[in-house]
């Protein structure tokens, strides 16, 4: 893992630390709660597998994690809790050969939180339930119970993280530097929250555009984020939108270049019909992701300079940006 590489010099400390609690109280607390609240439904949905609302709660909570998967470090960065929950981007299909094996071998593990905990992250979370959901047969018995595992083990991350974040972790974050404080200064904190915002972009534009659109001569439309599920694109938008409010919260006063570029970008997401990005193979709609991913350039160079420059911070690496 990459460790923090970043170069601050704090000229603004009221604007930094008001930045800082704004996205706590704003942002990442009320994420964290819709999230649990989210799965905590999909749980209650995935009792009977042949619910006509199974399909709608596994979207509504995985619209809730694309709210707060950007922040990628507290409790989220333990123990693999993050690939437990999406498993993605999976360049080895280990989503499709866990879940083919686990359902070859009618592994008892489904009926088992407790063994269920130590199967493949790949089978544990959204990738996996994508699978069960939309590119596999009709339910079996034993299907019905891989469902209800992975929902669970959703259930139980989700109302753990927001648990944890709910405890100590929000105050400490809000007041760096106290005993048992991951962030020894208002500075650290400052900066782990403004490489979550560039990383989160970068990730978007990387990897939910880039991974499917590949190369002219080589598109790739089945590399798309759950592509299977038709959300491809509404996961580029519902990420682009968490990280607006993300920037305006950190930001705490007019971010006018900022806010254009997102809502030029969000703009663009909502003219494509092409849910699935399988478009990418073709030359016209192909440009037109491009054009997106561009405008997600635009908003990256709006936040160094509206955001970046006014704090005096420059972002670094956190765990979206691998190894």
């Not at 809502?263 to 709609?285: K, M």
Request: aromatic fraction near 8%; charge should be negative.
């Amino acid at each position: 893992m990459k460790i923090f590489a970043l170069s601050l010099i704090f000229a603004l400390p009221t604007l930094a630390d008001a930045g800082v609690e704004a996205v706590v109280d704003a942002h990442i607390l009320p994420g964290y709660a819709s999230f649990a609240d989210a799965t905590q439904d999909l749980a209650e949905v995935v009792q009977t597998c042949d619910s006509p609302d199974l399909k709608p709660a596994y979207h509504a909570a995985f619209d809730a994690w694309l709210a707060i998967s950007h922040i990628q470090f507290g409790p989220v960065e333990e123990n693999g809790r993050s690939l437990a929950i999406a498993y993605w981007p999976d360049p080895k299909d280990q989503t499709g050969r866990a879940v083919a094996r686990l359902i070859g071998a009618n592994d008892p593990a489904v009926e088992n939180p407790a063994a269920f905990n130590e199967v493949s992250v790949a089978a544990q979370g959204f990738f996996a339930l994508e699978r069960l959901l939309f590119d596999t047969p009709e339910p079996t018995e034993y299907t019905c119970a891989f469902t209800r595992a992975i929902a669970l083990h959703l259930a139980s991350a989700a109302a753990t993280l927001n648990d944890e974040w709910r405890g100590d972790l929000a105050g400490l974050l809000r007041n760096p530097g106290q005993d048992g404080s991951p962030w020894q200064s208002p500075a650290e904190a400052l900066r782990v929250l403004y490489t979550s915002l560039t990383s989160g972009l970068e990730f978007i534009k990387d990897q939910r555009i880039g991974r499917p659109l590949g190369t002219f001569e080589r598109p790739r439309p089945t590399r798309a984020e759950a592509y299977r599920s038709e959300r491809s694109l509404r996961n580029v938008a519902l990420g682009l939108s968490a990280l607006r409010a993300m920037a305006v919260a950190l930001a705490e006063g007019d971010i006018p270049d900022t806010t254009a570029a997102f809502d030029r970008a969000l703009a663009s997401a909502q003219t494509l019909d092409d849910p699935a990005l399988q478009g990418v193979a073709d030359p016209g709609e192909r440009f037109r992701v491009e054009a997106l991913q561009q405008q997600v350039v635009g908003i990256q160079a709006a936040i160094a300079t509206e955001i970046g420059a006014a704090l005096g911070v420059q972002a670094g690496f956190n765990a979206m940006d691998g190894d």
